[in-house]
């Protein structure tokens, strides 16, 4: 299982930490994305994260704002957003699979709820 959380309502140029709880698998095995929906649009990749060996990668759009990071201990996954934009506005997923190539695909073995993120202009 995946659990995010975190998301809100929140003014532009402001911060939010959405966090990814798994459960139910081991989690230093996979890879886990963040990925987001806005209304009217489709799913598009945010950023993800291998546990071994701490491989990260990012969208344009959020590179140097958002950092992804992961608590090994707490089984957890964050996604810090700072100088957030009306534009962001949308659900927040995580999601996980073996290999951060798929994650990268848009494709994964384990999708979480979502968590809504609003970003007031």
């Known amino acids: 299982q995946l659990q995010a959380s975190g998301g809100g309502l929140v003014q532009a140029g402001g911060s939010l930490r959405l966090s990814c709880a798994v459960s139910?698998?081991?989690?230093?095995?996979?890879?886990i994305g963040w990925f987001r929906q806005a209304p009217g649009k489709e799913r598009e990749g945010v950023s993800g994260?291998?546990?071994?060996?701490?491989?990260?990668y990012y969208a344009d759009f959020v590179k140097g704002r958002f950092t992804i990071s992961s608590d090994n201990a707490k089984n957890t996954v964050y996604l810090q957003m700072n100088s957030l934009k009306p534009e962001d506005t949308a659900v927040y997923y995580c999601?996980?699979?073996?290999?951060?190539?798929?994650?990268?695909?848009?494709?994964?073995?384990?999708w979480g709820q979502g968590t809504l993120v609003t970003v007031s202009s």
């Open positions: 139910g698998f081991t989690f230093g095995d996979y890879a």
């Open positions: 994260i291998t546990r071994r060996s701490g491989t990260t």
């Open positions: 999601a996980a699979d073996l290999v951060i190539d798929r994650l990268q695909a848009d494709e994964a073995d384990y």
